[in-house]
């Protein structure tokens, strides 16, 4: 069965600085992954997808994400927090089987000035 | 272009009644998904409608179904409602092209039953 994990719960990070959200992926075949996000009482936003390509993908907002094929990861990255960024992220994989997505259980996200 | 409409976003009903939810994907879109999040099961998905065809069920009791309308619009309906039912339910809709689909969310409607 096809999942993702996202060992953190919570993310603390100043504004300026880097961030990483964490997720790690098990999959059957090539692993097709996104990244979303949520902010209080709204839907989730689309940041950025990996399907095949550079390990290196670039989103929304400033976001990008490392595929590491390997360490079977795809960490969500970005240069500088802001204050705005503090939101529940999720990472997602889309199932072999179907098209829904199988979501990792969400890393609250908080950026202090 | 309009995004993922979904109505109404609040909801109060008690044990026992039916509930229906609507969706209108974005224009062009032709596949519509459903998601609950709550906050122990975090998001788990109901179904697919392609071309008012379920193309594919979740994990979850015949209490829930859905359906999709000729102009792709869908929705869910849930009867008998049980409190554990309380939830933000998403809809989702997707456009299938040489690099992929890409789901994209509604606001929800957050579904509170008594």
């Known amino acids: 069965a096809q999942s993702v994990a996202q060992p953190e719960d919570q993310v603390n990070v100043a504004e300026g600085n880097p961030l990483t959200v964490k997720c790690t992926y098990s999959?059957?075949?090539?692993?097709?992954l996104f990244w979303y996000v949520q902010y209080p009482n709204r839907g989730l936003q689309f940041l950025l997808k990996?399907?095949?390509?550079?390990?290196l993908v670039k989103g929304s907002y400033g976001f990008e994400a490392e595929f590491n094929k390997s360490q079977t990861s795809f960490h969500l990255k970005k240069p500088s927090a802001l204050v705005s960024d503090s939101a529940l992220y999720f990472c997602a994989v889309r199932d072999n089987q179907g098209g829904k997505l199988i979501f990792g259980q969400g890393t609250e996200l908080s950026v202090k000035p | 272009k309009a995004g993922v409409t979904q109505t109404p976003r609040y909801l109060i009903k008690t044990r026992g009644q039916q509930v229906t939810l609507s969706c209108s994907p974005i224009?062009?879109?032709?596949?519509v998904s459903w998601y609950q999040q709550t906050p122990g099961q975090g998001l788990q998905f109901l179904f697919e409608?392609?071309?008012?065809?379920?193309?594919n069920k979740g994990n979850f009791p015949g209490r829930f179904s859905g359906r999709q309308f000729s102009n792709s619009r869908s929705e869910m309906n849930v009867s008998t409602l049980e409190l554990g039912d309380s939830a933000l339910y998403l809809c989702?809709?997707?456009?299938?092209?040489?690099?992929?689909?890409?789901?994209?969310f509604g606001a929800g409607t957050r579904l509170s039953v008594l």
């Open positions: 409608y392609f071309s008012e065809t379920q193309r």
């Open positions: 990996y399907i095949t390509g550079d390990n």
């Open positions: 999959v059957s075949g090539n692993p097709y």
């Open positions: 989702a809709s997707s456009l299938w092209t040489a690099k992929g689909d890409i789901q994209y």
């Open positions: 224009s062009g879109h032709r596949s």
